[in-house]
């Protein structure tokens, strides 16, 4: 029987590849480049940057170990698009570049032969009221005209078998993957690259040359990399821009391949609503189900951007994210729930991502939203860029040079979270209309 995490670690960790953790900085460092964070951000950043810059000193410092936050605890899905945008142009624009991302991870595992677990066979897009199945049926016929490989279907159980849906969106260029399997296989990559696990970054100092205080040394940097997520916030950036939302997961065990298949997950790796709470659900190439969001409860904010939160397997937020993968897939009512998790979300107050800036030598990219498997991965190409001092490719694209904000300080966006999650039952935060 698989091992059941009971201290908050997500299934991602089982049966991967042994990882011996990189010692902690114990010495002070003069340097071309420090990353700040060893998730998809940094590590992605980390390998653009030593393929363009092979003779500059680059170091990665990790508060804990890679993979460690967002990164290893989400629910793997590769979705593509960026903002959100109605307009036909900027869908394919974006489309084109999400989906050229997914295509690059993909080549790189087959070109390095990287133990990966991944599937790429498409996800479903479901519409959960008739006049969002309309305007989601006029959308793909829009997109269609400018090459968007879209598909919308009527009768969703053609494709999955889930209830409450009047229709659903097919992108086949969709798929999951395991961020734990990718940051680990990716690191023989990075050589050339010090990676210091272990080693929070607690102040950081600006100025021609950026001082990083550790709790064993300093490190002195020409430019640095904020590839923190919903980490930000506690280094003193975009403490308005940004609110670290914990998002609760649940999953089973590895499922019977003939249950799956009935259900349609033998041929889609997953799917996600239309809802201000969104939910959604994928297969692993092991079997697992992995479920997450849909309700009030299977979110939470903690007063002063706290980015922990315990996680046992029938806590309120296990039990709330239970109850909606039982509304959309009834069939699964008495599969036992195996793993619970949870991890941070960076969610900016419009949903978007921003990559850019700040000053001449701060670099960041943030506000994934939960959509940060393929953009964080992006993030590297970008900031690879911008530190060149080419922006031209970025300029026309809708999160470059952003500044998320406007979020209250506290108490205020605390007392707000509660206020608006609690009463409407809806997210603070929205995407743009």
């Known amino acids: 029987m698989a091992k059941v995490f009971d201290d908050n670690q997500s299934p991602w960790l089982i049966d991967a590849v042994d990882d011996p953790p990189a010692p902690p900085l114990d010495k002070d460092l003069d340097v071309d480049v420090a990353i700040i964070g060893g998730g998809f951000t940094g590590v992605s950043t980390a390998y653009h940057l030593r393929r363009r810059f092979p003779e500059r000193r680059i170091i990665l410092l990790e508060a804990k170990r890679l993979a460690n936050g967002a990164s290893g605890r989400n629910g793997g899905m590769m979705l593509n698009g960026i903002s959100f945008s109605d307009d036909p142009e900027v869908v394919a624009k974006e489309y084109a570049l999400t989906r050229q991302t997914v295509d690059d991870i993909e080549a790189m595992i087959r070109e390095h032969s990287l133990r990966v677990r991944y599937r790429r066979d498409g996800c479903v897009h479901i519409s959960t009221t008739q006049r969002a199945a309309d305007d989601a049926q006029a959308y793909v016929e829009r997109v269609a005209r400018l090459g968007v490989p879209l598909r919308f279907v009527r009768d969703v159980d053609s494709v999955l078998r889930v209830k409450r849906a009047y229709g659903a969106i097919v992108d086949s260029n969709e798929g999951l993957i395991n961020g734990v399997d990718l940051i680990r296989a990716m690191r023989p990559l990075l050589a050339g690259v010090d990676i210091y696990e272990g080693t929070p970054v607690t102040r950081i100092r600006e100025g021609e040359t950026i001082k990083l205080a550790t709790p064993r040394a300093t490190v002195s940097a020409k430019a640095i990399v904020l590839a923190t997520s919903g980490y930000t916030p506690h280094l003193g950036y975009f403490r308005t821009g940004l609110l670290p939302v914990i998002s609760h997961v649940i999953a089973t065990d590895p499922l019977p391949r003939d249950l799956l298949a009935r259900i349609g997950f033998d041929r889609y790796a997953g799917f996600f609503d239309d809802l201000p709470r969104l939910a959604y659900c994928g297969v692993d190439v092991d079997g697992r189900l992995l479920f997450g969001g849909g309700a009030t409860g299977a979110y939470a904010y903690r007063f002063g951007n706290a980015t922990t939160f315990d996680a046992r397997l029938d806590d309120s937020g296990a039990r709330a994210t239970r109850a909606i993968l039982t509304r959309y897939l009834p069939e699964l009512a008495d599969i036992p729930i195996a793993h619970r998790w949870s991890g941070p979300l ?86 743009p209309e």
């Open 346 to 431: 960076d969610l900016s107050l419009k949903r978007f991502v921003a990559m850019g800036v700040l000053g001449k030598n701060i670099f960041y990219s943030l506000g994934y939203s939960g959509h940060g498997v393929t953009l964080a991965n992006l993030s590297g190409r970008v900031l690879a860029d911008l530190y060149a001092g080419n922006h031209e490719p970025w300029k026309d694209y809708a999160f470059y040079m952003k500044r998320p904000s406007g979020i209250p300080p506290e108490p205020f966006r605390w007392l707000g979270y509660q206020v608006i999650a609690r009463l409407t039952g809806r997210s603070p935060f929205k995407r």
